[in-house]
């Protein structure tokens, strides 16, 4: 996705109806940096308490930095993933939501994958690409993946004034990356 197009969202909103409207999830929102993760993990918590308030469990259960139960079972847990992903070991879960993901080395994909294994999990992956290389290109090329792209060209929160500016201000490389989301070795 181009940048600001709502690609965050759209995950946040997803992950939220999933734990909410299936029983026994476990889902696991990582990103690169602990405050995408974070920003990922809070707009679900915020669609929690606007659209299902009395599923999220209070008390000694209630939500934490990292951790959201639901009084139906499912849980939604956030992480970074730094470097490679070694602190994510050991899950087991249903669904996997990475955000950020041009950063994050395949490393972190071997470290997360098999947490999916025996749930026959899903994972929804979302990033800005930045070059033919690395875990997200890889993926980008992958038959076992639907692939979505979104230009903030045909996002209607761009105004078109707001994007010329850009264009002029920018590199074609620049541009083409945060807001046309394509892989800059396409131009």
């Known amino acids: 996705c181009g940048r600001q197009c709502g690609k965050s969202a759209s995950m946040s909103i997803k992950a939220a109806k999933r734990a909410a409207e299936n029983p026994n999830r476990k889902i696991l929102i990582i990103a690169y940096t602990e405050k995408q ?35 139906n079972g499912s849980c939604i847990m956030c992480y970074a993933t730094g470097e490679r992903g070694d602190g994510l070991r050991g899950f087991t879960i249903t669904d996997l939501f990475m955000d950020e993901c041009r950063k994050m080395s395949d490393y972190v994909w071997a470290s997360v994958s098999p947490m999916l294994s025996v749930t026959g999990g899903t994972c929804d992956m ?28 045909d996002c209607p929160r761009h105004s078109k004034q707001f994007l010329e500016n850009e264009k002029k ?3 074609i490389m620049e541009y083409s990356q945060e807001y046309l989301a394509i892989f800059l070795d396409d131009l």
């Open 37 to 71: 993760a974070y920003e990922l993990f809070f707009k679900s918590l915020l669609y929690l308490e606007a659209v299902y308030p009395k599923m999220i469990k209070r008390g000694n259960d209630k939500p934490t930095m990292h951790e959201i139960n639901l009084t």
């Open 126 to 153: 979302a990033s800005t690409p930045c070059g033919k290389e690395g875990f997200f290109y890889d993926c980008s090329l992958r038959d076992d993946f639907k692939h979505f792209y979104v230009s903030a060209e």
């Open 169 to 171: 201000n920018m590199s």
